[in-house]
């Protein structure tokens, strides 16, 4: 597998590119698209549902969104991460 990556991004840990579930993707570009359609596909699913303000403060209404979000990409979807990027704060303050 193959990503290219633009400056300034912060490349996939390995042990996050072993969660990618679509064997097809071998491009940054298809797994930027296939991200996109499963956003797409969240979206569409939280159209559909309403919510008080307070539940999607709560760290179960967080978690299933960010499934949802990339449930089709990644087996570690809905998880914490646990490694640190180029920005946000350090993976063990996620939660």
Not at 83 to 88: D, R
């Amino acid at each position: 597998m193959k990503f290219d990556y633009p400056a300034g991004a912060t490349p996939l840990d390995p042990n996050e590119v072993d969660g990618l579930l679509p064997m097809h993707i071998s491009l940054q570009a298809e797994l930027n698209e296939w991200e996109q359609a499963n956003i797409l596909d969240a979206e569409r699913w939280l159209s559909r549902r309403h919510f008080q303000v307070a539940d999607v403060l709560e760290m179960i209404f967080i978690r299933e969104l960010h499934q949802k979000m990339v449930d089709k990409a990644w087996r570690w979807a809905g998880q914490f991460r646990q490694t640190n990027k180029n920005i946000g704060v350090a993976w063990s303050e996620i939660a």
